[in-house]
């Protein structure tokens, strides 16, 4: 079935390397994917969004890469902090939808 | 500060007793939504609205109930006759569709 899912469950990175979560969607229709970043006990927090008509972009310490061919999405976080350490999840919408569906998530450890 | 607020943060319950989480926003965002969110899992959506006094049923709605008098206001019921409430309740906004959601800190619910 349609589903938005993460390779890994557990990530573990040494501290000030870059640090790469990957995840895949099955629907060719989604049109706008986001991530968001869950710590311990809170609510998920926005971190970088993109739309269906780019393949790249940018923000502060992260990109976001999304190939549509293979139907695969990509956070990259540079110089990764200890602060990193949390649940990262993509999310998918559909085309005019409200349904954001999102993936089990991929927990980030930082090691010092 | 502009912001989404749920209450109260942690909540007990007896096995049988309604129980209802308040959300509240001050962003003037149209759209509101309820997650469930389950130990090692994603988000999965309860309920949605996308405009006050209309909402509409998510993926699991069974056993919950909510109501959109006020924009601001989308409080979610756990009924009786949902069979395994104990879970993290997360409520969100977004201004419109195929836009980021804010997400409040989270209600987690124990029935015992």
Known sequence: GESVGLHLPTLSVQEGDNSIINCAYSNSASDYFIW????SGKGPQ????IRSNMDKRQGQRVTVLLNKTVKHLSLQIAATQPGDSAVYFCAENRVGGFKTIF???TRLFVKA | DGGITQS?????RKEGQNVTLSCE????HDAMYWYRQDPGQGLRLIYYSQIVNDFQKG???EGYSVSREKKESFPLTVTSAQKNP????????????NTEAFFGQGTRLTVV
Not at chain 1, 46 to 49: A, K, L, Q, R, T
Not at chain 2, 25 to 28: E, G, I, T
């Open chain 2, 25 to 28: 926003q001050n962003l003037n």
């Open chain 1, 103 to 105: 993936g089990a998530g």
């Open chain 2, 8 to 12: 109260p943060k942690y909540l007990f």
């Open chain 2, 86 to 97: 104990t879970a993290f309740y997360l409520c969100a906004s977004s201004a419109q569709v």
């Open chain 2, 59 to 61: 993926d699991i709605a």
């Open chain 1, 46 to 49: 926005f971190i970088i969004d």
């Open chain 1, 36 to 39: 968001y970043k869950q710590e």
